[in-house]
């Protein structure tokens, strides 16, 4: 099983960006895909983006042109820029990871295997 700890999150205001990171470690993730999920006060688990590293990335519709995933070359660090961001994006945000020899990206959360703790993003009007 292996351990995700992301970082990154913080509170800023409308229009401002940041830049979500995910550790990843004890077991081997550059040959899987990783992903983000939030979850806003009261609401579901929401998927945000993944990545796979053959096939590209897939991104929810409410954040499609405003946030970019991506991974450093050994695969092991995964990154969220969050531009433009708008209140409707405070959430807690999660690092995924899928299960060994699963490369496609996925929007599902039962699709992943590991979890990190969480990192809280506040946007203010």
């Known amino acids: 099983q292996g351990q995700l700890v992301e970082s990154g999150g913080g509170s800023v205001q409308a229009g401002a960006s940041l830049r979500l990171t995910c550790v990843a470690s004890?077991?081997?993730?550059?040959?899987?895909?990783m992903g983000w999920f939030r979850q806003a006060p009261g609401k579901e688990l929401d998927f945000v983006a993944s990545h796979s590293p053959i096939k590209g990335a897939l991104y929810a519709d409410t954040v499609k042109d405003r946030f970019t995933i991506s991974r450093d070359d050994a695969g092991n660090t995964l990154y969220l820029q969050m531009n433009s961001l708008k209140p409707d994006d405070t959430a807690v945000y999660y690092c995924a990871a899928r299960g060994p020899v699963s490369f496609y990206a996925s929007d599902w959360r039962d699709d992943y295997a590991d979890w990190g703790q969480g990192t809280q993003v506040t946007v203010s009007a």
């Open positions: 004890g077991r081997t993730f550059s040959r899987i895909a």
